[in-house]
């Protein structure tokens, strides 16, 4: 099982890292809510649920990204990515959704790997939005939602389980200077 101490540091990881990589620029308004649990996708089943893992041998942690694809959020994830398009379709928003999440996340694992060296981190993968009504099924010992507001028009939700290995318990802490190095992030190449 995770501690509550190593609950709130993951958490506070994931709100670092969303409000430096979810603004396209430094005067956007970021806001990162924590909810009870994350609201449920659109009835239309537009949009699109990116989903990554975090895994070392002790744990595992699956965030899951549901996007709309509405106007201003295509817009936004355009200059995300510097696209000389001013919305993004298809393969495009995919791929804009997808390094977003990448970003996100990998800020989040250089930070974890100072407590656990093995851990190491998928690839963004997109799943049928429905799929996130079967998450008791991974049985996840913490679960934490978070609502993100871009410029009170951009809206995406963040969905983090926690899972352990049997008999496990997960226990750290994050410093305030790892929250200040995740904040500046490195391009990493493999």
């Not at 430096?20 to 970021?30: M, Q, T």
């Not at 696209?83 to 989040?108: F, K, R």
Request: with cysteine; charged share 20%.
């Amino acid at each position: 099982m995770f501690t509550a101490k190593a609950v709130t540091a993951i958490n506070g990881l994931f709100e670092t890292a969303i409000q430096n990589h979810a603004r396209a620029d430094a005067a956007e308004a970021c806001v990162v809510d924590y909810v009870a649990q994350a609201p449920a996708p659109s009835k239309d089943g537009k949009g699109l649920l990116v989903v990554l893992n975090i895994s070392s041998y002790l744990f595992r942690i699956v965030a899951l990204f549901d996007f709309g694809t509405d106007q201003a959020s295509t817009a936004h994830l355009a200059r995300l990515v510097r696209s000389n398009e001013s919305t993004l379709s298809g393969q495009a928003l995919h791929d804009a959704c997808s390094e977003l999440v990448n970003m996100i996340c990998g800020t989040v694992n250089r930070s974890v790997c100072s407590s656990f060296r093995h851990a190491g981190m998928s690839t963004p993968f997109i799943l049928e939005r429905s799929c996130a009504q079967y998450l008791a099924e991974i049985n996840p010992s913490a679960t934490q939602a978070f609502a993100v507001t871009v410029n009170k028009t951009v809206r995406f939700n963040v969905t983090i389980c926690l899972c352990c290995a049997a008999d496990t318990e997960v226990d750290f802490s994050v410093e305030e200077t790892q929250l200040e190095e995740a904040e500046s992030g490195e391009l990493e190449l493999f």
